[in-house]
């Protein structure tokens, strides 16, 4: 039985300036860690319900999803290098 990839939601507005540079970084650590992960990008101003039931106080913020538990939460805007190692770790379970 192959394992469930993660899921990495994306929250973000289109007004928002550092969600508009979290995209492409975001992008490249999918793309390296395609094995493991699956984005999905949630615009808060059209899904306001999920946006609510995930807590969402700001913009961008990630939350990291495995099994239907949430294992990582991340708000603002951080370099590639720290999000891949901190998906990484997230996904390790250490």
């Given amino acids: 039985m192959s394992q469930q990839p993660a899921i990495l939601l994306q929250f973000f507005a289109t007004w928002c300036g550092p ?8 992008d490249s650590v999918a793309t390296k860690m395609k094995d ?21 106080m700001a913009v961008p913020t990630l939350v990291l999803m495995k099994d239907n538990q949430e294992i990582w939460r991340q708000t603002g805007l951080l ?11 997230a996904l390790s379970g250490k």
Avoid: N, Y
């Avoid at 969600?19 to 975001?26: A, S």
């Avoid at 493991?36 to 969402?56: A, T």
């Avoid at 370099?79 to 770790?89: M, Q």
């Fill in 19 to 26: 969600c508009k540079m979290l995209m492409p970084i975001v």
């Fill in 36 to 56: 493991q992960l699956e984005v999905s990008r949630i615009d808060i101003d059209q899904e306001e319900e999920l946006s609510g039931r995930f807590r969402i």
């Fill in 79 to 89: 370099p590639e290098s720290h999000l891949k190692t901190a998906l990484e770790i």
